[in-house]
């Protein structure tokens, strides 16, 4: 069965302190892996989108990172705003369709 | 620019019941695509519309149904509702072309109620 993981379900880290999300898959014929962020009764919103391995974007504090079969999300001195959850989303193509599968998400708490 | 929106914002309906969810995407955007989120399952696709056909579709039953307007709006219908139907409902907007391979806007959802 095609899957996306998420880790951690949850991170708390101190302002400041840099980490790392990761979002693992197993699906084949990937076309895309996206990151989303969300925050308490809103819609995701888009941060970037990732085609092959090898692949970096960078937006602010944020850089992810793509290989064959999982991304990472690297958050550099995080701040307070920063704090939401994190979600990674992997599109591939079944008997020709496109599909897409969510992760379930890494809260991330930023304390002051 | 104006937003994804989505009406109405909250929704309570009884089971057995049916329901339609309405989103009117960015103006200029052609694909609209539907979510459903819920604590268990997280984010999951239902489908996806371009140009009034849908063009991709996720594993839920056929309860489930959408359509598109020439305008770019488009509407979710859910029939004979259950009690697990209740959940955050999201659409996304997005230029078109290979959808997903553009940025995709969310709507602020509907959150829908079954008792």
């Known amino acids: 069965e095609d899957q996306v993981t998420q880790s951690p379900e949850a991170l708390r880290l101190q302002e400041g302190e840099s980490s790392s999300l990761n979002c693992s898959y197993t699906v084949s014929g990937l076309r895309g892996l996206f990151w989303y962020r969300q925050d308490p009764g809103k819609g995701p919103e888009f941060l970037f989108t990732l085609y092959s391995a090898g692949e970096e974007k960078e937006k602010e504090r944020l850089k992810a990172t793509l290989t064959k079969k999982e991304s990472f999300l690297h958050i550099t001195a995080p701040k307070p705003e920063d704090s939401a959850t994190y979600l990674c989303a992997v599109q591939w193509e079944d008997g020709g369709y496109q599909k897409v599968t969510f992760g379930t998400g890494t809260k991330l708490q930023v304390i002051p | 620019k104006a937003g994804v929106t989505q009406t109405p914002r909250y929704l309570i309906k009884t089971r057995g019941q049916q329901v339609t969810l309405s989103c009117s995407p960015i103006?200029?955007?052609?694909?609209v695509s539907w979510y459903q989120q819920t604590p268990g399952q997280g984010l999951q696709f239902l489908f996806e519309?371009?140009?009034?056909?849908?063009?991709n579709k996720g594993n839920f039953p056929g309860r489930f149904s959408g359509r598109q307007f020439s305008n770019s709006r488009s509407e979710m219908n859910v029939s004979t509702l259950e009690l697990g139907d209740s959940a955050l409902y999201l659409c996304?907007?997005?230029?078109?072309?290979?959808?997903?391979?553009?940025?995709?806007?969310f709507g602020q959802g509907t959150r829908l109620t079954v008792v």
């Open positions: 103006s200029g955007h052609r694909s």
């Open positions: 519309y371009f140009s009034e056909t849908q063009r």
């Open positions: 996304a907007s997005s230029l078109g072309g290979t959808w997903m391979n553009t940025e995709a806007f």
